[in-house]
């Protein structure tokens, strides 16, 4: 696998532990933005290579860039509303099915007889619609920056093959406002980003100076692999230690400046800025995206009007003071208690990618020591 | 108990419909209305496929001639979608899956049912492919299909074709293994690369095409184990095969079951690299998906060498790995080392598997 397995070399990914172990003197809290970057963290054992003494260490908080996490109840729910009704074929990303929303998710709508599909990209959708004429299509359009492309480009398509059977439920959010709102927030602890490599190569880095400069933070776009996320750290560490607060591009291979600008085209295009609803957060203004008046009628939201939408979220859930890094997972009372990924009481329990699924997962109820005596019977034993 | 007959497999690559079969070119209600059309089925099609002398009776119930001695009976259902898929098809799984559940037990597997469920209108060309698929594997296990039975539903009311298969086996003489008995030192060795079923079966399904093709692994494994066994008796403690969950499944539910620790090094897992690349692509991991050509050890440490020799030596075995060890650490857990040289822990799944959104 060229690109994957030269990025996953274990020894290469010590050297880079070891020289931010030498690097740190005091400790620090970094934020990965991107669920996928928690995901590799946690899968690789990255945050077991870290520094963790009592004066210099390195705590991961991990960001709130899973769209499946900060997708708004409310959108829940109106998706399982349109998904219930007849007539409708409504497709999603595998990993927004199990979602919980007020009272049900859309696993349980396909049980009730819903036709609710996972498609692999959203001009899978379009397709569909062309060949059931019949039925509305409708493609639920969540993520951030890197899944939008793909959605503007299936509305553009069913707008030029005139079809009238497709439509999308769109919440896109953006990851600089989300920046903005969690450095400005009372009590903010955050000392460094790591931003989202895949949504930097849709939209490239220029939206971050301002940022770094506003708020005395560097921000590293980082990628996914072990060697990329060690290699985002080491430099966010290296700044942090000589007072530096740049933006610097740890993912060069994929990531330029200026980005993707054919698909920044087509995105202005499709979409106009909105205020955007994060689940757990709340509102954060000019947060993301919504279908702009030339591509209105593609919107399920109108298509469908639907309407006595009453959400409650579980009162248990610390899901936001997670997303926002406030507190870790294994903070939150009902943690592994009333809230396990068998019955997530908020959506961070459900995706892979989010925080708590992801802490509940691979780190389950291991204490570090543990964890270190699982890795000394290993390699203690000769014969493995 | 007589021996199950290798000869007198059908070779139905010319095969074509005899009357009166071919005045109904698909299944229709009346073939499982216990009448003249479900008797042509039987008489046409599933006697010439399977026929040994229990079959021929055509009686209620097949009548078994068996020596003394403990019986390993296992059933399973099989509703696999799309039917055909590379490397095989439903025909050879229904087999194969009750051989290897019989086999992974200790036994030696004799003797098949063969259920079928068919919706009307389904080809009657591609459930004789099937049969003839199921008569292919019985021969090649060594086992006989000697009763069987066919339903029809509705248009709408099935998926084509669903199997049930329940499966027979004399228990082998001194040998005691179970998902209870894995011990803290044994070796864990799995017989070849993971998740090439579940892959295979995604590729077709959800119409992704990738540069080269992913084939199941569907095979009966009774073989392979036999000579296992022979070589090493009672140095084996625990045998599975992991099929649907995969091999971090089937882990985690021998470490419940013993109440022990597994600990297995990430890198030595046997992956093919289309296998990895389709699942990176799709954000799936391989220890999930499933497998329906595979087993799992879990062997006496001074006998790992000799089981993987055996393993090696046998054509479904030759990319088998030595791929971790029981400890008496993390209880009840699967923890992999990782190839950073940290540890993680590989939890049961929930449900199925989710592709992730990016």
């Known amino acids: 696998m060229k690109y994957l397995t030269e990025f996953r070399n274990g020894e290469i990914a010590q050297r880079i532990a070891r020289e931010i172990q030498q690097a740190v003197t005091r400790p620090w809290k970094i934020m990965e933005v991107c669920g996928g970057q928690t995901h590799s963290i946690i899968k690789n054992g990255i945050d077991q290579m870290l520094p963790a003494g009592p004066e210099a260490s390195i705590e991961m908080v991990h960001g709130p860039g899973c769209p499946v996490c900060v997708t708004p109840l409310e959108l829940i729910d109106k998706a399982l509303a349109i998904a219930a009704q007849p007539g409708v074929i409504f497709c999603s990303f595998g990993d927004m099915l199990r979602v919980p929303g007020t009272d049900s998710d859309l696993f349980q709508i396909k049980g009730r007889g819903g036709d609710v599909r996972i498609v692999y990209s959203p001009l899978d959708a379009v397709d569909l619609a062309v060949k059931n004429p019949d039925k509305q299509v409708v493609f639920f359009g969540v993520g951030f920056e890197t899944t939008a492309p793909a959605n503007a480009m299936s509305v553009h398509l069913a707008k030029r093959r005139g079809l009238t059977n497709f439509s999308v439920l769109v919440s896109h959010v953006l990851v600089p406002p989300a920046i903005d709102a969690i450095l400005s927030a009372p009590g903010n602890k955050i000392d460094a980003f790591l931003a989202a490599g895949h949504v930097c190569s849709v939209m490239g880095y220029w939206e971050y100076p301002p940022l770094a400069e506003k708020f005395r933070v560097p921000i590293v776009v980082t990628g996914f692999e072990p060697l990329d996320l060690l290699d985002g750290i080491r430099r966010a560490v290296l700044q942090l230690e000589s007072g530096r607060h740049e933006v610097e591009n740890a993912y060069s291979r994929v990531v330029t400046y200026d980005g993707n600008r054919a698909a920044q085209k087509l995105l202005s295009e499709v979409f106009e800025v909105t205020d955007r609803a994060w689940r757990g957060i709340g509102v954060i203004p000019k947060s993301g995206w919504r279908l702009n008046k030339d591509y209105r009628d593609y919107d399920a939201e109108l298509r469908f009007h639907i309407t006595g939408i009453h959400t409650q979220e579980s009162p248990l859930c610390h899901a936001g003071e997670v997303l926002r890094g406030a507190i870790k997972p294994a903070e939150c009372p009902a943690f592994g208690k009333e809230c396990t990924p068998r019955h997530p009481l908020g959506a961070t329990m459900v995706s892979s990618e989010g925080a708590c699924a992801a802490y509940y997962n691979y780190g389950r109820f291991l204490s570090a020591e543990e964890l270190a005596s699982a890795g000394s019977g290993l390699s203690g034993a000769a014969h493995v | ?358």
């Open chain 2, 1 to 358: 108990m007589s021996e199950p007959s290798n000869t007198g497999t059908p070779d139905f690559s010319n095969w074509s419909c005899p009357l009166p079969l071919a005045d109904y070119p698909t299944i229709v209600m009346g073939h499982g209305g216990g009448g003249k059309l479900g008797n042509e089925l039987v008489e046409h099609l599933f006697l010439p496929a399977f026929r040994n002398p229990e079959l021929e009776n055509l009686g209620d119930a097949a009548v078994l001639e068996l020596s003394s001695g403990s019986f390993a009976m296992s059933t399973d259902s099989f509703v696999v979608q799309p039917l055909f898929f590379p490397g095989g098809n439903i025909g050879e799984l229904a087999v194969n899956g009750t051989v290897n559940d019989l086999a992974v037990s200790g036994a030696d597997p004799k003797f098949l049912s063969a259920s079928f469920i068919l919706e009307e209108g389904f080809q009657l060309a591609q459930l004789a492919a099937i049969v003839q698929s199921m008569a292919a594997a019985a021969a090649s296990a060594g086992v006989k299909i000697v009763t069987g039975d066919t339903k029809v539903v509705e248009r709408g009311h099935g998926d084509g074709c669903y199997i049930n298969t329940a499966g027979i086996g004399l228990l082998r003489q001194g040998i005691s293994v179970g998902p209870h008995r894995a011990q803290p030192g044994d070796a864990i060795l799995v017989s070849g690369t993971i998740g090439d079923h579940g892959m295979a079966i995604m590729s077709v399904r959800e119409g992704l095409e990738f540069e080269s093709q992913i084939r199941s692994d569907c095979a009966s494994l009774n073989g392979m184990i036999a000579a296992v066994l022979q070589a090493t008796g009672n140095a084996v403690h625990t045998m599975r095969d992991p099929t649907r969950g995969g091999l971090a499944s089937t882990l985690n539910e021998i470490a419940i079951s013993s109440n022990v620790g597994v600990a297995i090094d990430e890198t030595r897992l046997p992956v093919r690299p289309q296998v990895q690349s389709a699942c990176e692509l799709l954000g799936l991991d391989p220890v999930y998906v499933a497998n329906e050509g595979k087993a799992v050890f879990f062997v006496a440490p001074e006998a790992a060498e000799c089981v993987l020799e055996v393993l090696r030596g046998h054509p479904l075995g030759r990319d088998a790995a030595h791929i971790g060890h029981v400890t008496t650490e993390h209880k009840r857990m699967l923890v992999a080392r990782t190839a950073m040289g940290s540890n993680r822990v590989i939890p049961t799944q929930i449900g199925e598997q989710l592709p992730r959104i990016c």
